[in-house]
């Protein structure tokens, strides 16, 4: 009997494996294949070449506007450590637009015509000429070539407007094209230089008196004094909006310097507070915040705006280009 179930159970197993093998076992999907290409299509590598991948684009740096013209400021007998925030907020706003200096050094004697001779044409005393500090129409016009003759002979529109009439000994007739006296104060000088800056101009140069005159009659540093240098920094402000109304702003190269300082109620000795002048630049190509260090001298200022308009300085010229300033090339 357990012979017969023994045999049973081992037909069954049997059974079963044979069963087994004989079912079948579904077969795995097939993998989807993509269309053959047209004859307009081309199939695509699974790995782009190297020469066949496209770069990021390289972000170029803007270029600075080009120097089309230079405004130069001379704030007469305005001591550099008279420029304070709170005094002179556009000045000094100026300055951290652009580059600037509160130690540079003017000529000797530090006296107003003198001084400009040397500022507008770049030489020193002994080779422009002009020794004396009074209008004498006798005497005649500086001896050597200023910025305006180097800019008129270049075919731009030069231009002086002064609130001194003795400046004109600097006008050589046939290198200004228009010379414009003011009898009057610095928000009258301004009102004629925003006429000239909507006139156009190539080279325009303004004279703000306001600070000599304060110091002459209260002293320099005197709270007078330094209140109408507050309306001094105002004429500066309403000539540089005209720039931006005229849209002439971003392509206008803007100095700003002093003739000389004072003390007491004088100035022309070589002591510091009479020849320490600020010497501000601010435009194309000038890079903010800029605290210059090389020696400046104001008639380093000729030299600047003459080289920054691409015209070519007389080799004798005592004045060099404050280079330094230049920090966008």
């Known amino acids: 009997m357990t012979r017969v179930i023994r045999l049973t159970w ?30 307009t299509e081309t199939a695509a590598p699974s ?35 008279a420029l304070t925030a709170e005094g002179t907020p556009n000045l000094m706003a100026l300055a951290a637009a652009g ?9 000797l ?18 080779d422009h000429g002009l020794t004396w500090n009074d209008y004498i129409p006798a005497n005649g016009y500086i001896r050597t070539p200023t910025v305006f003759t180097l800019a008129h002979a270049a075919g731009l529109r030069t231009v002086m407007v002064v609130g001194k009439e003795k400046l004109v000994h600097i006008a050589v007739p046939g290198s ?29 140069f303004v004279h703000l008196i306001g600070g000599d005159a304060a110091g002459h009659a209260y002293g320099w540093m005197s709270t007078t004094y330094m209140g109408t240098i507050s309306y001094t920094d105002e004429a500066v ?34 002591l510091p507070e009479d020849t320490t002048v600020p010497w501000i630049i601010a435009g194309p190509r000038i890079a903010p915040g800029q605290v ?33 300033a230049f920090s966008v090339p």
């Open 109 to 126: 004697p530090s006296s107003t015509l003198p001084s400009h001779g040397s500022m507008l044409s770049g030489y020193d005393l002994e």
């Open 47 to 81: 790995v782009l070449p190297a020469d066949t991948v496209t770069p990021s684009p390289e972000l170029m740096p803007t270029p600075a506007p080009a120097i089309e013209r230079v405004l130069i400021f001379s704030l007469d007998g305005v001591r550099a450590d």
């Open 237 to 270: 402000r309403r000539v540089l909006a005209a720039l931006d109304e005229a849209g002439l702003r971003e392509t206008t190269l803007v100095i700003v310097t002093a003739d000389h300082g004072g003390h007491g109620t004088t100035h022309g000795s070589d």
């Open 10 to 39: 081992m037909m069954v197993l049997a059974g079963l494996l044979a069963a087994a093998c004989a079912f079948p076992y579904p077969a795995p999907a097939a993998s989807p294949t993509l269309p053959p290409p047209t004859d």
């Open 176 to 204: 200004v094209d228009r010379f414009v006296y003011v009898p009057g104060g610095d928000f009258e000088i301004a009102a004629a230089a925003v006429a000239e800056v909507q006139a156009g101009f190539g080279l325009l």
């Open 292 to 324: 210059l260090t090389n020696p400046i001298r104001n008639l380093d200022t000729a030299a600047t705006a003459a080289w920054a308009l691409g015209l070519t300085l007389p080799p004798d010229m005592d004045g060099r280009p404050v280079i330094e």
């Open 99 to 107: 580059a600037a200096t509160f130690s540079a050094q003017t000529i």
